[in-house]
């Protein structure tokens, strides 16, 4: 158990809806970064937030949004989805966004879109 | 940009047997490497990093991989296979100093230790 959590493990939704993914970072942790992971893409970098500031942004698209709350926890917001945004999609967590610190990895939001 | 290259989908070993999984990056200048592993319905668990220093890193679950600057490699290792290690295997690159802290993953080798 790396100490970060997401939910929901699971969602299923229709095509054009709007889905908010939430993620807790590990205790201490001020960093939280989202990836999506898909068959035909792998692992893409999407967005990072640091103390609740945006600090990088990836491949993420316009119609996908996060923020960093106060108590550092984290919303990835998908909005219009289409068949494509079926992934799984990770928050990850470390304790500054220095360089050479790892990353700690939740066990994924499936997400499924019909 | 920042690139890293998985060569093999797929590895298969015999257990006992050591293993080695391969990968080569590439970042136009120093880069931090690391290793991740991620079993069947789970998140990425953080195996080993090179930083700087000893090019042959040491990790979790006896773990190690070797820096090599000159062929721009950076390969997973152990001495002896587990079935347990049976998994999918993610390298990753970050280049040193870019300002930027997202991880550049590779396309993940399946690791197969049979028994």
């Known amino acids: 158990d790396s100490g970060v959590t997401q939910t929901p493990k699971h969602l299923i939704t229709a095509t054009g809806q709007r889905v908010t993914l939430r993620c807790s970072p590990r205790s201490g942790d001020l960093s939280v970064y989202w990836y999506q992971q898909s068959l035909d893409q792998g692992l893409q970098f999407l967005i990072q937030y640091y103390?609740?500031?945006?600090?990088?942004?990836g491949n993420i698209l316009e119609r996908f949004s996060a923020q960093q709350f106060p108590d550092l926890h984290s919303e990835l917001n998908l909005s219009s989805l289409e068949l494509g945004d079926s992934a799984l999609y990770f928050c990850a967590s470390s304790p500054n966004p220095g360089e050479?610190?790892?990353?700690?990895?939740?066990?994924?939001?499936?997400?499924?879109?019909t | 940009a920042q690139s890293v290259a998985q060569?093999?989908?797929?590895?298969?070993?015999?257990?006992?047997?050591?293993?080695?999984?391969?990968?080569?990056?590439?970042v136009s200048g120093n880069p931090y490497l690391f290793w991740y592993v991620q079993y069947p319905n789970r998140g990425l668990q953080f195996l080993l990093k090179y930083i700087t220093g000893d090019n042959l890193v040491k990790g979790s679950?006896?773990?190690?991989?070797?820096f090599n600057k000159s062929q721009t490699s950076f390969h997973l290792k152990k001495p002896s296979a587990l079935v347990s290690d049976s998994a999918l295997y993610f390298c990753a690159v970050r280049k040193v100093g870019a300002g930027s802290y997202q991880l550049t993953f590779g396309k993940g080798t399946k690791l197969s230790v049979i028994p």
């Not at chain 1, 103390?51 to 942004?57: L, V």
């Open chain 2, 7 to 26: 060569p093999e989908d797929q590895v298969n070993v015999a257990e006992g047997n050591p293993l080695t999984v391969k990968c080569t990056y590439s």
């Open chain 1, 100 to 113: 050479y610190y790892e990353q700690y990895f939740g066990p994924g939001t499936r997400l499924t879109v």
């Open chain 1, 51 to 57: 103390n609740g500031e945006e600090r990088a942004k």
């Open chain 2, 61 to 66: 679950y006896g773990f190690e991989a070797e």
